[in-house]
């Protein structure tokens, strides 16, 4: 796995490189192609806070996880435990969805791009690509982003919906006729 490692407002040094480079090797055993992947790291300083974020796209899904801690070398740790947590819980699925369909049509890993608008009301904003899915499919999507709320193309329904988690742990949908 290629891993890219960016620093806002930290140096990245030399051991904290190799710390996380030796962490995130773990999850090669969870690729088929692990040298083809590439893993996006951001650390990033909060206060107090020592905080890394993982993104990790793929053909078929996007893994991200964010985590903070005191701590870099523990917040590395968290990320780490996380991302494999999130690959486990979700192989059987993974497996079931992608074995019987044509992979080319879905892509599920979607484009991000920022754009500076009005200071004052909107900080930040995405342009996404959405792909037609099922409610399923959504729901693994939210999941593997760590996400509580996905926007995608509703096959079942034929809109525009947004799947989002509610507090009890369950999903909900709106459509957008």
């Not at 960016?6 to 710390?19: L, P, S, W």
């Not at 650390?43 to 005191?70: D, M, S, Y």
Request: charged share 35%; aromatic share 8%.
């Amino acid at each position: 796995m290629e891993i890219i490692i960016r620093g806002n407002k930290i140096e990245i040094t030399d051991a904290i490189r190799m710390y996380v480079n030796s962490k995130l090797e773990r999850l090669d055993k969870y690729f088929e192609n692990p040298n083809e992947i590439k893993a996006y790291v951001n650390v990033k300083v909060n206060n107090l806070a020592q905080i890394i974020e993982v993104t990790i796209p793929t053909t078929r899904f996007t893994l991200r996880v964010e985590e903070g801690h005191e701590d870099l070398y523990a917040a590395t740790d968290l990320v780490v435990d996380k991302l494999e947590r999130q690959i486990r819980k979700n192989k059987t699925r993974l497996k079931n969805k992608f074995k019987s369909n044509d992979l080319s049509e879905f892509n599920l890993s979607f484009e991000v791009t920022e754009e500076e608008v009005n200071e004052n009301k909107i900080v930040k904003r995405k342009n996404i690509e959405m792909k037609p899915m099922d409610e399923e499919e959504a729901i693994l999507q939210t999941e593997l982003l760590d996400h509580d709320f996905y926007i995608f193309k509703n096959i079942d329904e034929e809109c525009v919906s947004v799947l989002y988690k509610r507090k009890d742990g369950t999903y909900g949908i709106i459509n957008a006729r």
